[in-house]
């Protein structure tokens, strides 16, 4: 069965940093992973897809990395800026699509 | 890009009543739509598969005769939650899988039993 993991639960930091958040999964037989970001009372809106294939795909200051033989992935935000501030969810997709907890991430101005 | 279009945003009901919630694919043909469930800090879980033209696959401890899943068109997905109680209020998300995009997801019903 597969579990998917995201580190840390909750996060706070001042604009401008970098900072990095984590996905684990146990089942490596993944056709792809997905980050998605929620904002409160919302739906869900697509950030990155890394095809199993794939290691890593970028979007602007976003940056998803995909491991597939570890179970991990990691979404990189640069320069961070309090509009980023959301619940970040990771999303990986097999047989079913399995969620994370998310992330909820809160970027101080 | 792939648009699904979830209404409506949010409901407020009356216990015993029920309650009707569309999907739709506003600009491709989805021939499987999936209706997740989100309760307060917690994760999106999957309730069904809806497929359309044939009878929608429920995960375990999902009943299908209180989340009845109509999927009639390649478009449209509806999820009705019958005879809704203080329990059921959720936050009900749907989505559907727009080839190479990946999986597109509808802005959600926040439904509220009262």
């Known amino acids: 069965k597969q579990e998917v993991t995201q580190i840390p639960a909750a996060l706070s930091v001042p604009e401008g940093e970098n900072l990095v958040l984590n996905c684990s999964f146990t089942?490596?037989?993944?056709?792809?992973l997905q980050w998605f970001r929620q904002d409160p009372g919302k739906g869900l809106t697509s950030l990155l897809l890394?095809?199993?294939?794939?290691r890593e795909q970028t979007s602007g200051r976003l940056n998803a990395s995909l491991d597939k033989s570890s179970g991990r992935s990691t979404l990189y935000i640069a320069a961070s800026q309090p509009g980023d501030s959301a619940t970040y969810l990771c999303?990986?997709?097999?047989?079913?699509?399995?969620f994370g907890k998310g992330t909820r991430l809160h970027i101080l101005p | 890009g792939a648009v699904v279009s979830q209404h409506p945003s949010w409901v407020i009901c009356k216990s015993g009543t029920s309650v009707k919630i569309e999907c739709r694919s506003l600009d491709f043909q989805a021939t499987t739509m999936f209706w997740y469930r989100q309760f307060p800090k917690q994760s999106l879980m999957l309730m069904a598969t809806s497929n359309e033209g044939s009878k929608a696959t429920y995960e375990q401890g999902v009943e299908k005769d209180k989340f009845l899943i109509n999927h009639a068109s390649l478009t449209l997905s509806t999820l009705t939650v019958t005879s809704a109680h203080p329990e059921d209020s959720s936050f009900y998300i749907c989505?559907?899988?727009?080839?190479?995009?990946?999986?597109?997801f509808g802005s959600g019903t926040r439904l509220t039993v009262v």
């Open positions: 089942d490596s037989a993944i056709y792809n």
């Open positions: 999303a990986v997709v097999g047989d079913k699509i399995i």
């Open positions: 890394i095809q199993s294939s794939q």
């Open positions: 989505s559907a899988r727009a080839t190479a995009a990946g999986y597109t």
